[in-house]
């Protein structure tokens, strides 16, 4: 669990590096042809990791349900994050992996609800959840590199 957690840190701080170095206009820009932007992709990786490790292991989400409901699988963005919630969504962004952690740590992940994800893989445990999060994650990346190519 050390490397899934080390590149977990890792993916995170790549992504903060995003909410560093553009703008407010930049994150919130959705280039012609794309379905979102930077600051979705950077949400929806927080809220889906809460969902993927936290929900599915029975246990409460750090995030509130209106972040949940604005940045889960199938939402898109409207193009309006202020900066206050970009703030939140900083603070989330590496306080997130710090909690799982400690929670895990802690011994905390106790039961887990099988998942079928929408890309067709069956997520049995705690550790494949958390191990497919790190996909998850990178292909977002990938999604925001190809976008930082248009603003």
């Not at 909410?19 to 930049?26: A, F, G, I, R, T």
């Not at 992709?41 to 929900?55: F, G, M």
């Not at 898109?76 to 939140?88: C, I, L, M, N, Y």
């Amino acid at each position: 669990m050390e490397a899934t957690f080390r590149i977990w840190e890792t993916s995170r701080n790549l992504y903060k590096n995003f909410l560093d170095n553009y703008s407010l206009e930049q994150l919130n820009t959705i280039p012609p042809g794309m379905s979102n932007n930077l600051i979705w992709n950077i949400a929806h990786v927080i809220v889906s990791q809460q969902k993927l490790v936290y929900a599915l292991s029975g246990l409460t989400m750090h995030i509130s349900d209106a972040m949940f409901e604005k940045y889960q699988n199938g939402s898109r963005p409207d193009g309006k994050t202020t900066q206050t919630e970009v703030d939140e969504i900083k603070k989330f962004l590496l306080e997130m992996v710090e909690k799982t952690k400690s929670d895990f740590e802690a011994g905390i992940f106790k039961e887990f609800h099988p998942y079928q994800t929408k890309t067709g893989f069956y997520l049995g445990t705690f550790t494949e959840a958390i191990a497919f999060n790190n996909y998850h994650e990178g292909v977002h990346l990938g999604i925001m590199m190809s976008i930082k190519k248009y603003i």
